[in-house]
């Protein structure tokens, strides 16, 4: 438990330092607060799914005992995961991915360690724009359905409602490190461009996707990030980052896929 929450806050301080800094108004301690990282975990207000719903979903853990989850990932070749930039806070051989398992405290499902990386050239912590990684698994993972990356910028027009899926925090709305899903719309580029914190926190329309409810209480969390949003059947986006969870005004930031859609492809094609 302790393990696990050490890990949470490293992503924490990595994920959200820049949101720490976009969201002046908020005293920086508040995201290392015990509320963030003893309460907050994971898809807050969704609901279970099971993985033979979303087989491509891919629970990045670390590959040393015992192991904690640190992120999601979609599995788009039977031997590449795309996840976010800024989970990969450790080299290549700390991360395993888990597919096909639930509850991650039990069995099951498949396991393949991680043996390369690569992190998009356009990603930095400070604007966190093009958060994406491509990881290279030791083994591949065969005989589960892929996920497609969507390619059409315009497909993340507002008022779609793509499905993120993750084994995140759940600030009690769940039980944790189990896999649940959530329904966000996507509120348009103005909706986070309005917010002051996330227009200077670097929220990009031409690579971010806006998603949510600005009234709270649905969201990714942490341990969501670099996890699926899926929308008809392909990788509309992956979670990127937020100020906090859930909290009324603050939606849920994504890196927008099809605006890395040639430079991941070539990636995955190696
Ligand atoms: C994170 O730190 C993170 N509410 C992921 C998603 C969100 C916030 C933070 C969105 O990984």
Not at 6 to 12: E, W
Not at 57 to 70: C, N
Not at 94 to 119: E, K
Request: proline share 6%.
């Amino acid at each position: 438990m302790m393990k696990r929450a050490a890990a949470i806050a490293a992503v924490l301080v990595l994920g959200v330092s820049g949101a720490a800094t976009a969201a002046t108004q908020r005293p920086a301690d508040d995201h290392q607060s015990g509320r963030q990282t003893a309460d907050r975990s994971l898809i807050v207000g969704g609901t279970l799914a099971a993985t033979s719903e979303a087989p491509w979903a891919v629970a990045l853990i670390t590959s040393f005992q015992p192991s904690t989850q640190v992120c999601g990932g979609a599995l788009v070749r039977p031997n590449k995961v795309i996840t976010a930039a800024h989970c990969m806070t450790e080299p290549p051989s700390s991360f395993a991915v888990v597919q096909g398992r639930s509850d991650l405290a039990m069995d099951g499902g498949r396991v393949a360690a991680v043996s390369r990386v690569w992190i998009h050239p356009g990603y930095n912590t400070q604007h966190r724009r093009n958060d994406f990684a491509v990881l290279t698994l030791a083994r591949p993972i065969t005989g589960v359905p892929l996920i497609r990356l969507e390619t059409n910028p315009k497909a993340d027009r507002r008022g779609v409602v793509p499905t993120v899926y993750g084994w995140g925090e759940t600030q009690d709305t769940g039980p944790s490190d189990t896999f649940h899903k959530l329904r966000v719309p996507v509120l348009g580029d103005a909706a986070c461009l309005a917010n002051k914190g996330y227009a200077t926190g670097g929220y990009a329309a031409s690579t971010n996707i806006c998603a949510g409810y600005l009234d709270g209480g649905r969201d990714a969390c942490q341990g969501d990030s670099g996890g699926p949003l899926v929308l008809n059947g392909r990788l509309l986006g992956t979670v990127s980052w937020g100020r906090g969870c859930a909290e009324p005004g603050y939606p849920g930031v994504y890196a927008e896929i099809a605006s890395a859609a040639r430079t991941l492809q070539a990636e995955i094609k190696r």
